[in-house]
């Protein structure tokens, strides 16, 4: 089985050029993939560096037909003009999947220290072995205590 992951930062290049094909691309060059795990995803906010004004969840699954598609949002707002915003983690796999869970992470106060908030996505694929539990996820970078919390968070869903 080959799995891959990766902090996409919604795509966007060292060029500042958004590009959901080119990291698809890129990816099937380091392996046939089974599994995908993808952090930092966004769908509609076009103010990130590079414009990330489109859903990239429905591009991704546009680009990996025969793979299930499971985007779990940290962060789902409304946007300057009206639209919903969502941005996180996803899971895609061309394995049978036998379950999908998201659990938000803790986000305890750190007084002016720059956060948001943090999820866990879950899938539970059946391996050629037997079920298999991925889970992909992006700590905080900012904050050690939130970080620290995080990491706690992720042990308590494990055990």
Request: hydrophobic content about 45%.
């Amino acid at each position: 089985m080959q799995l891959i992951t990766w902090n996409v930062q919604w795509f966007c290049g060292l060029d500042d050029v958004v590009s959901v094909e080119r990291i698809v691309d890129e990816a099937r060059a380091m392996a046939d993939f089974d599994v995908l795990c993808l952090q930092e995803v966004a769908v509609n906010y076009p103010q990130l560096t590079g414009n990330a004004g489109f859903d990239q969840v429905a591009r991704l699954q546009q680009l990996l037909p025969g793979f299930e598609v499971c985007f779990g949002a940290a962060v789902d707002e409304l946007g300057r003009h009206g639209q919903r915003q969502r941005f996180g983690n996803l899971v895609a796999t061309r394995l049978p999947l036998a379950q999908v869970q998201h659990y938000p992470l803790p986000y305890p106060d750190d007084a002016g220290v720059r956060s948001m908030p943090r999820m866990c996505s879950m899938a539970t694929v059946l391996a050629p072995w037997g079920p298999l539990r991925v889970m992909t996820t992006h700590l905080e970078f900012y904050s050690t205590r939130q970080r620290m919390a995080q990491a706690q968070g992720l042990l308590d869903i494990h055990h």
